[in-house]
């Protein structure tokens, strides 16, 4: 791999190579941090800019064009109801950056803690509460509110459509 000159220091030449689905085409002038940020042609034939670090590390696989495809293929196989996703009312997974472990419960300024609950597409702020206790309680009294009574109607109706 040959050292290509740059306008402030050297960088590493990876034009032509491909990283999942971007091909590195040029380096631009720009840069992310310390990293280049090079113009890639994606499989698609898209044309997309990256950062050499986040190629390398396989932070960028796209134009885009796969997180498309991903959101798709999660909507076909998913099932709808007023804009509401069961599977997601079902699994109530965390969020990759929540810190307290809990859904709907976030770390507040001051030492307090927020809750909060989506349902049909709308967000709903709970309040603020001393402890995480308090807030995880108020979160898990809504969501037996909100999303029980939905989940149970939705279901009643599957059994009555399987009965007919």
């Known amino acids: 791999m040959k050292t290509v000159h740059f306008r402030r220091g050297n960088m590493k030449d990876i034009s032509g190579q491909t990283f999942r689905e971007l ?9 992310k941090g310390t990293s280049v940020v090079w113009l890639c ?25 796969v997180n498309d495809e991903h959101r798709k293929n999660l909507y076909r196989y998913s099932h709808h109801v007023d804009g509401t996703c069961i599977e997601s009312l079902e699994r109530c997974a965390l969020r990759s ?5 809990y859904t709907g419960v976030s770390h507040y300024d001051g030492g307090r803690y927020r809750a909060n609950i989506t349902f049909k597409g709308k967000r709903y ?11 995880v309680r ?6 037996e509110d909100l999303h029980g009574e939905f989940l149970k ?7 009555s459509e399987t009965m007919q």
Do not use: I, M
């Not at 091909?23 to 840069?31: G, L």
């Not at 950056?97 to 472990?101: E, F, P, V």
């Not at 109607?153 to 599957?158: A, D, G, L, V």
């Open 23 to 31: 091909t590195a085409v040029e380096p631009t002038d720009r840069r």
């Open 41 to 65: 042609r994606c499989s698609c034939g898209n044309l997309a800019e990256a950062s050499q670090g986040d190629l390398v590390s396989g932070s960028s696989v796209s134009c885009g064009c």
């Open 97 to 101: 950056d929540n810190k307290t472990g």
């Open 125 to 135: 702020y709970l309040g603020t509460f001393e402890t995480l206790e308090e807030a």
């Open 138 to 143: 108020a979160r898990e009294h809504a969501k």
């Open 153 to 159: 109607e939705y279901y009643r109706e599957k059994v």
